[in-house]
């Protein structure tokens, strides 16, 4: 078993033997807590060798820092079967979520086992935005400062 893909993204789809993934992101800003994410997904791309068809048991619980789960786990059974002739085959799996409720500004995991092993393991960081007007007062503040010590400073010029 190869796991080819794992990513937060704002949307992803499957056609055609096609894993379709938009927008990865690992870093969400937001301005005050808790916070809502309107919509995002989880894609992942396994490939299985010829000896591992069968069913396959995959688990993606998302935590905290402290491991609460800030989403139910997701529990289920993918049953991989490709040709005979084949060496390997891929399975792709999507887990859309809705409404995701962030309740602090930490880093959170997305956390991958199959058949009970620990296999991935990604980082949600949640951070706070900081916003322009703030950033324009520290600028000023900057720029006062600096213009009231070269009022000290003689400039000699040659």
């Not at 992101?25 to 916070?35: E, L, N, V």
């Not at 139910?72 to 991989?80: E, R």
């Not at 990604?122 to 600028?139: D, E, T």
């Amino acid at each position: 078993m190869h796991l080819e893909v794992f990513s937060l993204c704002d949307a992803a789809t499957t056609d055609t033997g096609k894993l379709n993934i938009l927008g990865a992101f690992d870093t969400i800003w937001c301005s005050k807590i808790p916070a809502v994410h309107p919509q995002c997904s989880i894609a992942l791309r396994i490939r299985f060798d010829a000896i591992e068809k069968g069913e396959h048991k995959i688990s993606v619980n998302f935590v905290d820092a402290d491991g609460k789960h800030i989403l139910p786990p997701t529990n289920g059974i993918i049953k991989i079967n490709f040709q005979n002739d084949q060496r390997s085959g891929s399975s792709h799996l999507i887990f859309n979520i809705q409404g995701l409720k962030l309740e602090k500004y930490a880093e959170y995991s997305i956390d991958l086992a199959i058949d009970g092993r620990s296999e991935a393991s990604l980082p949600l960081f949640v951070k706070q935005q900081i916003n322009r007007v703030q950033i324009k007062r520290v600028s000023l503040l900057n720029v006062e400062t600096i213009l009231k010590n070269l009022e000290n400073v003689d400039l000699i010029l040659s």
